[in-house]
């Protein structure tokens, strides 16, 4: 059966943080212990929801951690928090499903591969092209390419985003064309 529903992403609004913050309160506790957490180093509400309060203040470039809002067909069902935030090198992030019924359903959809947050807001690209900069090395960005490509959903896996066999097929001759344009390597007839 055809999945239609439709996963966006968005930031973290003041609206959110209780959601947020009753998620953490809320959970069976042997559910977070499946995810790591210390049961007796939880937050109460009022800390965590002043933490994300906090957080919002915060220029982009200074965060520690920041949250983003995960909708399905526009109803907020769960959070990423990106945390270990090394502003311009690495970050982590993590996905929470909110409902219990919603968690291993397969909610993603080739619609949200390339979401339309992750394309404006992409900062990866300059983080990669920086590196390479500094270390005089070229540097050829394959998002634009594609995000441009018509049927994205053909060259990625469904459930991760990641490359298929078609994406990185793509990927290789996409490569040898700048190289090759660039005059990082002469073809040889």
Same mark, same amino acid.
Request: hydrophobic share 35%; no cysteine.
């Given at each position: 059966?055809?999945?239609?529903?439709?996963?966006?992403?968005?930031?973290?609004?003041?609206?959110?943080?209780?959601?947020?913050?009753?998620?953490?309160?809320?959970?069976? *506790?042997?559910?977070?212990?499946?995810?790591?957490?210390?049961l007796d180093r939880r937050v109460t509400s009022n800390v965590l929801q002043k933490a994300l309060t906090d957080?919002?203040?915060?220029p982009l470039h200074e965060k520690m951690s920041?949250?983003?809002?995960?909708?399905?067909?526009?109803?907020?069902?769960?959070?990423?928090?990106?945390?270990?935030?090394?502003?311009?090198?690495?970050?982590?992030?993590?996905?929470?499903?909110?409902?219990?019924e919603n968690r291993r359903k397969g909610i993603r959809t080739p619609s949200d591969i390339l979401n339309s947050y992750f394309e404006k807001n992409n900062n990866i690209d300059s983080i990669y092209r920086s590196i390479a900069n500094t270390n005089n090395? *070229?540097?050829?960005?394959?998002?634009?390419?594609?995000?441009?490509?018509?049927?994205?959903?053909?060259?990625?896996?469904?459930?991760?985003?990641? *490359?298929?066999?078609k994406g990185y097929e793509e990927i290789a001759k996409y490569i040898g064309r700048q190289l090759i344009e660039k005059n990082h390597m002469i073809k040889k007839d």
């Amino acid at each position: 059966m055809k999945n239609n529903k439709s996963l966006t992403v968005r930031e973290m609004q003041l609206g959110d943080i209780e959601l947020i913050a009753n998620y953490w309160q809320e959970a069976e *506790p042997n559910f977070l212990v499946s995810l790591g957490v210390d049961l007796d180093r939880r937050v109460t509400s009022n800390v965590l929801q002043k933490a994300l309060t906090d957080q919002m203040n915060i220029p982009l470039h200074e965060k520690m951690s920041y949250t983003l809002i995960w909708e399905l067909d526009g109803k907020q069902v769960g959070h990423s928090n990106i945390n270990k935030i090394e502003f311009g090198e690495k970050a982590f992030i993590h996905f929470h499903l909110w409902q219990s019924e919603n968690r291993r359903k397969g909610i993603r959809t080739p619609s949200d591969i390339l979401n339309s947050y992750f394309e404006k807001n992409n900062n990866i690209d300059s983080i990669y092209r920086s590196i390479a900069n500094t270390n005089n090395l *070229p540097y050829i960005e394959l998002t634009n390419h594609f995000i441009g490509l018509q049927n994205k959903s053909e060259y990625l896996f469904k459930y991760d985003g990641h *490359p298929n066999e078609k994406g990185y097929e793509e990927i290789a001759k996409y490569i040898g064309r700048q190289l090759i344009e660039k005059n990082h390597m002469i073809k040889k007839d």
